[in-house]
């Protein structure tokens, strides 16, 4: 397993100054955690987003068959995140 930086340098802009803070394994692991699920949350935001503007796509052509295919992948994406 890679070894991971744990140690981060916070500079202040008006003096330059340099603080040094380390984490402990629990923090990394927080750390980590949250990462992850921004990024899960902001992949869900954009593929529903979308998937949205697919549906409209189709509502302003009269493509029924489109829209028909784009909301039954939209109810299936959505209904995932009312379990």
């Known amino acids: 397993m890679k ?3 744990k140690r981060y ?3 202040k802009n008006s003096k330059k100054q340099i603080a040094t803070f380390g984490l402990s394994p629990e923090q990394w692991f927080t750390l980590q955690l ?10 869900y935001r954009f593929n529903k987003q979308r ?9 302003d052509n009269k493509d029924k068959k489109r829209f028909m295919e784009i ?11 009312n379990r």
């Open 3 to 5: 070894t991971h930086k």
């Open 9 to 11: 340098k916070l500079v």
């Open 34 to 43: 949250e990462a992850q699920l921004f990024l899960d949350e902001m992949c």
């Open 51 to 59: 998937l949205e503007m697919l549906v409209n796509d189709a509502i």
């Open 71 to 81: 909301t039954a992948i939209y109810s299936q994406y959505v209904g995932a995140e």
